[in-house]
């Protein structure tokens, strides 16, 4: 499972970055493989997506932050 996460989590920052490019310039990596139709940068997008879908569902289960309890915050005595 940590290769999987670890290939999710790349393909999820590259959709990010793709993101970015579109947003700050107009570029969309997919036209370097022919665009939003061709069928390898649908491929692309899908895979993106779906390792987002995962990471939202195992996220819990593998954020070494969430495994991290904060402390609970003691009632003060002084009042």
């Known amino acids: 499972m940590k290769i999987l996460h670890g290939v ?3 393909l999820v920052i590259i959709g990010g970055l ?3 490019l579109v947003g700050l310039a107009g570029w969309d990596v997919g ?3 022919g665009g939003q139709g061709a069928a390898l940068s649908r491929i692309i997008y899908i895979l ?3 390792s987002a879908l ?3 569902v195992s996220h819990k289960s593998d954020c070494k932050q969430c495994e991290t309890s904060a402390p609970a915050a003691t009632p003060s ?3």
């Open 18 to 20: 793709n993101w970015l």
């Open 54 to 56: 995962y990471l939202v």
């Open 31 to 33: 036209s370097l493989f």
């Open 8 to 10: 999710a989590f790349m």
């Open 48 to 50: 993106v997506g779906l």
């Open 77 to 79: 005595a002084s009042m």
